[in-house]
């Protein structure tokens, strides 16, 4: 296994990581920890959460399982803070009172006493980052958290944070977690640019795009009932367009063309582009995590780097997965 160094840090993790936001939403506890039984056995050893999935419970899996395993020391836990956990103005967002708070209560559920990368979910532009800051290093020198992150954060926002960081002599950003997948590649403009050259690690969500990169929708109206888009519809829904399905279905028919599944492709695409660490995988089922683990040990062949980027060249969109950004302006499903 070769493992990589998440940003400008020590850190070593596998180029994939398991995603934990389907534990509790759908899945049942003992599903989740079969699937934490053999992402660590095939040498996966990133799990990512938030206290925001299904209420907290996500967390709570994970953390009976590692009570149970007792492997703490072999796995990397990732959280997040941002989005409300109870019905008070301050029980959410980036503020010190919030972040100090959650982290708190992360912990108990997660039954550790300490986060590997703990992550701000979402930005929070009214607060001042040097608070933000200020929070989140204080846990890293009281030892509750190892190092910190984003998620799906614009790029000047994380530029900010990592200078505000180095005048202050605080604890810096090693990593943004950002949407990125073949159908929507607009991170490509300014974000990956940015963690190249300032050594900031990529760990990308939506890397199958929902699905559309495995052919799994045929009308964006009617989506299939046990898909995210129909269980939870809104945003995820959303995310779904006509030109994604098209896209989606030439994805499909050229990696099947090249004897490669798309779901084995479509992750390794993503695995292999420039400043990514590694992409987060959220399966439903043993069988589909044991389907994409042989990609830890593939390349993406040059000849299938250009095949995909003539389905969506770099940095466009045609699908929307920052719809969950408040600051993303452009809106996918309205272009023609």
Request: glycine share 8%; proline share 8%; with cysteine.
């Amino acid at each position: 296994m070769h493992y990589r160094t998440l940003g400008r840090s020590g850190l070593k993790i596998a180029p994939l990581g398991l995603g934990a936001d389907n534990f509790a939403n759908p899945l049942p506890e003992a599903t989740a920890h079969a699937i934490l039984d053999r992402a660590v056995a095939g040498g996966v050893n990133l799990v990512d959460t938030s206290n925001s999935y299904a209420n907290g419970d996500s967390e709570r899996f994970i953390g009976r399982w590692l009570h149970a395993r007792r492997n703490r020391h072999t796995v990397v836990i990732a959280s997040k803070v941002h989005y409300p956990t109870g019905p008070g103005p301050n029980d959410r967002g980036n503020s010190r009172r919030h972040i100090l708070a959650a982290c708190e209560d992360s912990l108990r559920r997660l039954q550790t006493e300490y986060i590997d990368l703990y992550q701000l979910h979402r930005p929070s532009p009214e607060i001042p980052i040097e608070e933000t800051l200020y929070a989140l290093d204080r846990l890293v020198r009281d030892g509750k958290v190892r190092y910190i992150g984003t998620t799906t954060h614009p790029a000047w926002q994380v530029m900010e944070a990592l200078h505000v960081s180095e005048v202050r002599g605080w604890t810096r950003f090693i990593s943004e977690q950002p949407p990125y997948n073949l159908l929507d590649r607009r991170a490509e403009n300014e974000l990956v640019p940015l963690a190249l050259k300032y050594g900031l690690g990529l760990l990308p969500w939506g890397s199958l795009a929902a699905g559309i990169l495995v052919g799994r929708y045929r009308d964006a109206a009617a989506p299939p009932p046990n898909s995210r888009a129909a269980l939870r519809g809104g945003i995820y829904a959303e995310r779904v367009t006509p030109r994604g399905i098209a896209a989606g279905d030439r994805f499909v028919a050229m990696a099947e063309a090249a004897g490669v599944s798309p779901a084995q492709l479509g992750l390794l695409w993503v695995k292999d582009q420039p400043g990514v660490t590694a992409p987060l995988y959220g399966p439903r089922s043993v069988a589909q995590l044991e389907h994409v683990l042989p990609i830890l040990e593939m390349a993406l062949p040059d000849e299938l780097r250009q095949a995909c980027d003539a389905i969506n060249p770099p940095g466009s969109a045609v699908a929307d997965f920052h719809n969950s950004a408040p600051w993303m302006k452009m809106k996918i499903a309205e272009m023609p």
